[in-house]
Nanobody
């Protein structure tokens, strides 16, 4: 059974940073291109950052490019998202999944950016 456990969210002020983690189990993590998604209040889920299976390349939603950095540890089956210079519009629940969102979703981790 595929399983994602996201953590690291919290309530921060604009300009601060957070590091999200996602522990993955139930499939061969090192074979999968992985994505962080988010669902902002009242909006649908969107892809924020994607990293290929080897970790050699990544791509970002334009709104977060240059502020967020995705990485992975294939030995530990963990996906990370370093979020810097956070803005109120980054508020939402963050999830990880395979790039196509194929597997059942985890609980996510709440990120709230507010002054």
């Amino acid at each position: 059974q595929e399983h994602f456990v996201e953590s690291g969210g919290g309530s921060v002020q604009p300009g601060e940073s957070l590091r999200l983690s996602c522990v993955v189990s139930g499939f061969t993590f090192s074979w999968a291109d992985m994505t962080w998604f988010r669902r902002a209040p009242g909006k649908g889920r969107e892809s924020v950052a994607t990293i290929i299976n080897s970790g050699a390349r990544s791509k970002y939603l334009e709104a977060v490019d240059g502020r967020f950095f995705i990485s992975r540890d294939n030995a530990k089956n963990i996906l990370y998202l370093q979020m810097n210079s956070l803005k109120p519009e980054d508020t939402g629940v963050y999830y990880c999944n395979r790039e196509d969102g194929y597997f059942p979703w985890g609980q996510g981790t709440q990120v709230t950016v507010s002054s």
